[in-house]
């Protein structure tokens, strides 16, 4: 009966003590465990161009333009007529977000629109001579981290590097 009477006490039993608490972990920096030569390969390339972005947005912003804008107008002087869909395929960003870069680079004067010769409702879009010159600027600030990215490699392995670059998005773009 004791023992039963234990059981329905009111008294309520008595706490566990908390656990001690461990030193709050650090996660590793960039190149260490996963984060490094064993991790994945696509948290990896992840990683890589996350670093990479970050940089080049810095190095960007004494030119004003913001990496998406250096992109879209890096495309536009490639393929110059593209639509702002075919814009926004070949820069890798959503058409909302090229039409917003669009709208704000022709304002400033750094892009302008003729009317496609078959279908008039689309436009094409290319550099004007103010876009050029904004772009040749970025383009000054984009070499010097391409320089950092290549340090301490060949033309040899350059030329792997971006064969293998090139040969993951086309496989992976097909799947």
Known sequence: MRKARMLTSSRSPRKPRPARRKAAARPPLPGE???????HLAYLLRQAQAAARLSLDRALTATGLTHPQ???????????????????????????TVNVIIG?????????????PIHGRVLQWSLTRQGIALLTRARRQAMALERRLAGGLGE???ATIRRWLARVAVDLHEA
């Open 33 to 39: 465990g996963k984060r490094g030569e064993d991790g």
């Open 70 to 96: 250096f992109v879209v107008l890096t495309m536009l002087k490639a393929y110059p007529g593209l639509s702002g869909a075919d814009c926004a395929r070949v820069a890798l960003l959503t058409p909302q």
């Open 104 to 116: 704000n680079l022709e304002r400033c004067g750094a892009i302008r629109s003729t009317p496609h």
């Open 156 to 158: 040899r392995d350059l």
